[in-house]
């Protein structure tokens, strides 16, 4: 079953936008079974627009979808141009227009004159309709190929994709696709490749992909035959054991929060150059309060001494970014929470701050349970938003094969 994708929108190929949409779809026709061949972006003009269509028309697609461009505005002209492509003419749907009045009408808005080109539907062809939305999609027959228009809004496109489209393109895969990813942190791409070398070179028929972020790196294995997957998953996961965490959308910290669950097991955490980001991931995850008692964000030396305890002679002494200080901080916001364990991210994130001693991206981790305190250290990059995120991971990640192995 062959995608091809068109995404419009100027934004996109100025970089004002991230074309996250396209990205989006691809995961998801790909788990179905699919291969994108093709994707395209083209600015908000219709000759572009009849350009990338004809350019998929010609590699005959099963499915063409287009996203962007379903919009009140004047530069809103997908739809346009896209009756004038496949020769349908349009009407105005007054039960629709009825509907976006009451809409508009609920939140005490009087709805725009423009809005009135939302209601134009084809003669030819059929609506699909958006939950979320007042932008209609519309989904048409040319050459073979089965034409989708949604809107560009990410929240409205996912909720056509789910309700309407993904299943319609389910029922018409003959062949699925078994895929199985597994998520690894804690360990670079490069090392994980040359780890699993020998099943990974063995006639295991399957494909694999390697998907690396600043999280960690997941590893997608797909074939038509479920006992394949199996097969190599089983191998792998003697290879790697806890340096898998998940599979499919798992996170790390959905892991982590299940697992303290399970295990009534309580923490409590103490950040100072993450900012509260460990404990924003922790609280993401439903039934996080079960397991989460607190956490305090002591960004500065005062903070520290005066919020949650630390000595101010560690600090003078040793620096805020220290073993010695992570290990009060983990200490300490336990014993305050009166928690299992107490967690606790002292660093550098940069770009300014660091010196030859103590560099940018210099990170103590801190994690203390009733009986010990450790400490580990890591050494990041220069980027800041980089090092928060992978100290938020790396801290996240001692905590969750802690409490798998407790």
């Known amino acids: 079953m062959n995608i091809a994708l068109l995404s419009i929108g100027n934004e996109l190929l100025s970089g004002d936008a991230l074309n996250t949409n396209a990205a989006w779809i691809g995961r998801k026709v ?9 994707q395209i972006t083209v600015p908000d003009d219709g000759p572009s627009i009849i350009d990338g269509l004809n350019r998929f028309i010609d590699s005959k697609p099963n499915y063409i979808i287009i996203t962007g461009g379903l919009g009140p505005t004047d530069d809103d002209i997908t739809r346009t141009t896209l009756f004038k492509f496949v020769g349908t003419d349009a009407v105005f749907d007054n039960e629709y227009w009825s509907v976006l009045l009451e809409r508009f009408k609920r939140f005490g808005m009087d709805i725009p004159e423009s809005n009135r080109n939302q209601a134009l539907v084809p003669t030819s062809g059929e609506v699909i309709p958006n939950p979320v939305g007042s932008a209609q999609g519309f989904q048409f027959k040319v050459d073979g190929s089965i034409l989708v228009a949604l809107p560009g809004v990410p929240a409205e496109m996912r909720s056509m994709m789910e309700q309407t489209v993904i299943p319609m393109i389910a029922k018409s895969v003959k062949e699925p696709i078994i895929v199985r990813t597994l998520r690894t942190t804690g360990i670079p791409e490069s090392a994980l490749i040359e780890r699993i070398a020998d099943p990974i070179d063995s006639d295991h028929k399957c494909n694999i992909g390697y998907y690396p972020s ?12 479920q006992d394949h997957v199996d097969g190599l998953s089983e191998e792998l996961y003697s ?29 409590s955490i103490a950040e100072s150059c ?5 404990g924003h991931r922790i609280t993401e995850i439903p039934g996080s309060s079960t397991m989460f008692k607190g956490g ?3 960004y500065s030396n005062a903070a520290k001494c005066m919020v949650l305890g ?20 983990a200490t300490n ?35 203390a ?22 100290s938020s991971q790396a801290a996240l990640d001692w905590l969750r094969v802690t409490l798998q192995n407790d």
Do not use: W
């Not at 999280?215 to 797909?222: K, M």
């Not at 009986?371 to 980027?383: A, C, H, I, L, Q």
């Open 296 to 298: 305090l964000v002591v």
């Open 333 to 367: 916001v336990m014993e305050k929470f009166g928690t299992d364990y107490g967690l606790s991210v002292s660093g550098i994130a940069g770009p300014g701050g660091g010196t030859d001693g103590k560099p940018v991206g210099l990170v103590y981790i801190g994690l």
């Open 214 to 225: 600043l999280y960690g790196v997941d590893i997608r294995i797909s074939s038509i035959r």
């Open 369 to 390: 349970d009733p009986s010990n305190t450790e400490v580990r250290e890591y050494k990041f990059g220069t980027d800041r938003k980089r090092n928060k995120v992978r």
């Open 239 to 267: 290879l790697l054991g806890f340096i898998i965490y998940g599979e499919g959308k798992d996170t790390i910290e959905h892991v982590i929060v299940h697992s303290a669950i399970e295990k009534h097991k309580t923490v």
């Open 310 to 329: 630390v000595e101010q002679m560690c600090i003078d002494s040793y620096g805020a970014v220290s073993a010695e200080t992570a290990e009060q901080m």
């Open 30 to 38: 790909t788990e179905l079974g699919c291969l994108v061949q093709r």
């Open 274 to 278: 993450t900012g509260g980001l460990i």
